[in-house]
């Protein structure tokens, strides 16, 4: 029963958020548009269904075989966690563009990368794009207290 709870879990929250999508106003001016207010929300919907499934269909095919359950190691779920709120922290007096390279470089270490090109040059690379990303769509993002007071 525990190889299912992942797609179970997940399905179950697919249904809930579908439901909470079908409470958005779909103003009258875009009732006959392609594109709406709950098109990307139904798009979110169908993709976490289909992932549940996929999981309760793999979960399925490993009970079958018949293979010994293997526990994963919670030491880097919580580290990724610890990431996710140290990022969150650092937001502010950092800005976007440094947490995010920040935040991409703790992860990849985390997750097993000791490589220091990719280290560097991933989170880099990253961290311009967004830049150029935001400058080209006029998106006016706050580059961080640290960076942006005045002595």
Do not use: N
């Amino acid at each position: 029963m525990r190889r299912f709870l992942p797609g179970l879990v997940v399905l179950t929250l697919a249904a809930v958020y579908g439901w909470q999508v079908m409470d958005i106003a779909i103003l009258p001016a875009d009732a006959r548009e392609a594109m709406s207010a709950r098109t990307l929300p139904l798009v979110l919907t169908a993709a976490m269904t289909v992932i549940g499934v996929l999981l309760l269909v793999t979960a399925h095919a490993q009970a079958t075989a018949s293979s010994p359950v293997r526990r994963g190691d919670g030491r880097k779920a919580v580290g990724l966690l610890g990431v996710c709120a140290l990022s969150a922290t650092l937001l502010d007096p950092l800005g976007v563009p440094v947490t995010t390279a920040l935040t991409l470089a703790a992860g990849m270490w985390l997750l097993g990368e000791r490589r220091i090109l990719p280290l560097l040059a991933i989170p880099a690379f990253v961290s311009v794009v967004l830049v150029v990303l935001l400058l080209l769509l006029a998106i006016d993002l706050p580059a961080g207290s640290l960076w942006s007071k005045h002595v």
